[in-house]
Each structure stands twice: as structure tokens, then as C-alpha cells.
């Protein structure tokens, strides 16, 4: 596998522009499915997890903006044993609830997305404040998805 430069420095700029694109148009919450599908998109195409280490906007905002302020602790064992499973897994019915109730309508599925994604990003702070900044990298449901399946790839 050829060696990709990293955005990490910079790739923030795109989870502000969603949340600030989002709140003028709630329409735009739809830009919400690229953040969700690109990790799963790279482990398809057998890139493993790269997303999470390279391109990640949501990893790259919580990084540079909580490193002087987070506590530093270690994330607890379970959550990281337990946490991404429980995570995604709640999150996989809220969602298919969320997107059932919008519909075909425009509006209310961007609104689903934002909320979505201004949740999890919400947990992401309060987790990288009390633990490492990245503590969220760690349960991400996104990046479990893209870790089951490299691993079903290698299986199979």
C-alpha cells in the first residue's frame, strides 16, 4: 500500500464549514453521510482505517483544539473493550429511527444528519476534555465499521 500524506492539520476546517453550512441551510446536514460512509469507503477499497488517521475532520478538530485543555486521562478499558459496540448500536437504531420519521423530505433529513453529527461531535469534546482528546477516535462507530470490515476482508 503506497504511504498517504495525512490532512489531519488542516481537515478540520471541513467540520466547521458543515456546522456553520448546516446552521445557515439545514439542508447541507446532508453533507453528513460523507463524514459517515468515507471510513467505510477507504476499508472497502482496503485502506483499513485511514480515514481515522488521515482525513478524519472530526479527529483532526478534536485534536487541535483539546490538546491544551483536555485532562490527559486514559480512556476506561470497557469503553474502549465495550463502548464502540453499545455506541453503534444505539446509534445504528437512532439513526434508522431519525431517518423513518424525515422521510423523503429534504429539510428534515438534513436536520436528522446535523443533529447527528453535532451530537456525536458534542460527546466527542466532553470525552476529549475528560480524557484524551482523541478518546473519541476510540468508539467512533464509524471507525468500528471500517475495522469489522477490514476484518472481514482478511477473513474472507
Known amino acids: 500500500m503506497k504511504k498517504r500524506k495525512s490532512h489531519q492539520s488542516w481537515s478540520w476546517i471541513f467540520m466547521v464549514l ?5 446552521i445557515l441551510d439545514i439542508r447541507f446536514g446532508i453533507l453528513g453521510f460523507i463524514c459517515m460512509t468515507m471510513p467505510m469507503y477507504h476499508a472497502i477499497k482496503g485502506r483499513g482505517k485511514i480515514h ?4 478524519c475532520p ?3 478538530i478534536l485534536q487541535k483544539f483539546l490538546k491544551e485543555i483536555s485532562f490527559n486521562n ?4 470497557p469503553f474502549r473493550k465495550h463502548g464502540k459496540k453499545v455506541l453503534i448500536t444505539i446509534m445504528i437504531i437512532l439513526f434508522s429511527f431519525s431517518m423513518y420519521h424525515a422521510g423523503p423530505n429534504i429539510y428534515r433529513i438534513g436536520f ?3 443533529r447527528f453529527m453535532t451530537a456525536s461531535f458534542a460527546l466527542g469534546i466532553i470525552m476529549g476534555v475528560i480524557f ?3 478518546s473519541w477516535c476510540q468508539v467512533c462507530p464509524m471507525g468500528y465499521a471500517a475495522e469489522l470490515i477490514t476484518k472481514a476482508k482478511k477473513a474472507a
Open 112 to 114: 436528522a444528519l446535523f
Open 18 to 22: 458543515f456546522i456553520l453550512l448546516s
Open 132 to 134: 484524551k482528546p482523541r
Open 74 to 77: 486514559t480512556l476506561p478499558t
Open 58 to 60: 472530526r479527529g483532526s
Open 52 to 55: 481515522c488517521s488521515h482525513y
